[in-house]
T-cell receptor
């Protein structure tokens, strides 16, 4: 079984400032890692994913995340945020067992951009 | 390509009734997963269907069921509705095993009164 912890439920950031949203996971097997974004009254959109290879992953909208196996973390970063980044962000994992597509989500981090 | 569509978008039901939600995946996608999103429990996995077969199931009571048709469209059914079933139900599709990239629909917001 796996679990995901998003330490910050809410993160307020000034526009054009950098942001880091933290995510830690726990699993007895290898996992694949994801960040999703949810805008108000919408479904989830995939920002980026880590399956293998380079531990620094670049996604859409200028976001990137770094996989750190020793710290079991997958923090999301953006060097300069925009008002349009206001949304809820979810970290998620999938067990790396072939055929298992069940996503386990964290509780989410609400990012608020202050003008 | 059209995205994942879910119908209806909003639904109000009374305790004890049953409800059926529909999901049409992206064309060519064969895997459909369902998730429940509530303020208290967050996003929780319900079940996944691949080629008309249930491949994974979450920890929900038997009142929650689903199926997938030969065209990959999926339905989920909740019988004997309870107030706690009020939630946003999200459907996600992916192309095939091993792609690990799920595309979500806008969800169906179910309110049970």
């Amino acid at each position: 079984a796996q679990s995901v912890t998003q330490l910050d439920s809410q993160v307020p950031v000034f526009e054009e400032a950098p942001v880091e949203l933290r995510c830690n996971y726990s699993s007895s097997v290898s996992v694949y890692l994801f960040w999703y974004v949810q805008y108000p009254n919408q479904g989830l959109q995939l920002l980026l994913k880590y399956l293998s290879g380079s531990t620094l992953v670049k996604g859409i909208n200028g976001f990137e995340a770094e996989f750190n196996k020793s710290q079991t973390s997958f923090h999301l970063r953006k060097p300069s945020v925009h008002i349009s980044d206001t949304a809820e962000y979810f970290c998620a994992v999938i067990s790396a067992n072939f055929g298992n597509e069940k996503l386990t989500f964290g509780t989410g981090t609400r990012l608020t951009i202050i003008p | 390509k059209a995205g994942v569509t879910q119908t209806p978008r909003y639904l109000i039901k009374t305790r004890g009734q049953q409800v059926t939600l529909s999901c049409s995946p992206i064309s060519g996608h064969r895997s459909v997963s369902w998730y429940q999103q509530t303020p208290g429990q967050g996003l929780q996995f319900l079940f996944e269907y691949f080629s008309e077969t249930q491949r994974n199931k979450g920890n929900f009571p038997g009142r929650f069921s689903g199926r997938q048709f030969s065209n990959s469209r999926s339905e989920m059914n909740v019988s004997t509705l309870e107030l706690g079933d009020s939630a946003l139900y999200l459907c996600a599709s992916s192309a095939d095993r091993g792609t690990y990239e799920q595309y979500f629909g806008p969800g169906t917001r179910l309110t049970v009164t």
